[in-house]
T-cell receptor
C-alpha cells in the first residue's frame, strides 16, 4: 500500500512570499489532515477534510492560510503572505474516516522563512 | 488543564530496562487513544492504538488505558538504542485527534 505522498520535502522562501504544499493521501482514505509542527512541539491541526468538505479549520489562520481538497483526493495548502513564525514542518495525514481511526503521516514539508 | 498532557522529558532509560511513558487527557468521553513515535527529522509513525480499558500488548510495546483516571501509558520492554525518539500521545476529542507535545526518550547504551 502506497503511503501518504507530500511535496516538496523542503522549501525556503522570504517573508511575504507565497508557498504551496501538495498532498496525496492513501487510496481510499476519506479523511485528510494538515498539521503544523514547530520544533519541539506536537503536531497542531490546521484543517481536517472529510472527502472534499471541511470538518474543522478552527486553528487555520485564514487571513494567510488556505487549503482545498478538490474531488476528495489530493489537497493543497497555501500560505500567502508568509511570516517568519510560519517556519515549521507541515505534515499531511490521512485516515479511513474521521471516527477515531489512526492517522498515517506523509514525510512532511520543512518550510524555512528568511 | 491542557487537553493532552505529557512530560516533555528527556526520559533517560538504560538499555534493556523498561521505559514508561505517561499521558493524561481532559475529555472524559474520549474513546480512541494512540501512541506515535517520531524520530528526529521524521514524521510521526503509529505504534499502538487502544480503545478499551486495560492493557494491549504488541511485541515489546504495551499500552495501558484507564478511562476513570483519564490516563494512558506506553511501556517499552527491553529498551533498545533504536527506541530513542519522541513519543506522541494522541487522543480523540469528538472527530478531532489532539496530540500532546511528546516525551523525548533517550536509551542509554
Amino acid at each position: 500500500e502506497a503511503g501518504v505522498a507530500q511535496s516538496p520535502r523542503y522549501k525556503i522562501i522570504e517573508k511575504r512570499q507565497s508557498v504551496a504544499f501538495w498532498c496525496n493521501p492513501i487510496s481510499g482514505h476519506a479523511t485528510l489532515y494538515w498539521y503544523q509542527q514547530i520544533l519541539g512541539q506536537g503536531p497542531k491541526l490546521l484543517i481536517q477534510f472529510q472527502n472534499n468538505g471541511v470538518v474543522d479549520d478552527s486553528q487555520l489562520p485564514k487571513d494567510r492560510f488556505s487549503a482545498e481538497r478538490l474531488k476528495g483526493v489530493d489537497s493543497t495548502l497555501k500560505i500567502q503572505p508568509a511570516k517568519l513564525e510560519d517556519s515549521a514542518v507541515y505534515l499531511c495525514a490521512s485516515s479511513l474516516d474521521r471516527l477515531g481511526q489512526p492517522q498515517h503521516f506523509g514525510d512532511g514539508t520543512r518550510l524555512s522563512i528568511l | 488543564q491542557k487537553e493532552v498532557e505529557q512530560n516533555s522529558g528527556p526520559l533517560s532509560v538504560p538499555e534493556g530496562a523498561i521505559a514508561s511513558l505517561n499521558c493524561t487527557y481532559s475529555d472524559r468521553v474520549s474513546q480512541s487513544f494512540f501512541w506515535y513515535r517520531q524520530y528526529s527529522g521524521k514524521s510521526p509513525e503509529l505504534i499502538m492504538s487502544i480503545y478499551s480499558n486495560g492493557d494491549k500488548e504488541d511485541g515489546r510495546f504495551t499500552a495501558q488505558l484507564n478511562k476513570a483516571s483519564q490516563y494512558v501509558s506506553l511501556l517499552i520492554r527491553d529498551s533498545q538504542p533504536s527506541d530513542s525518539a519522541t513519543y506522541l500521545c494522541a487522543v480523540n476529542k469528538g472527530d478531532k485527534i489532539i496530540f500532546g507535545k511528546g516525551t523525548r526518550l533517550h536509551i542509554l547504551p
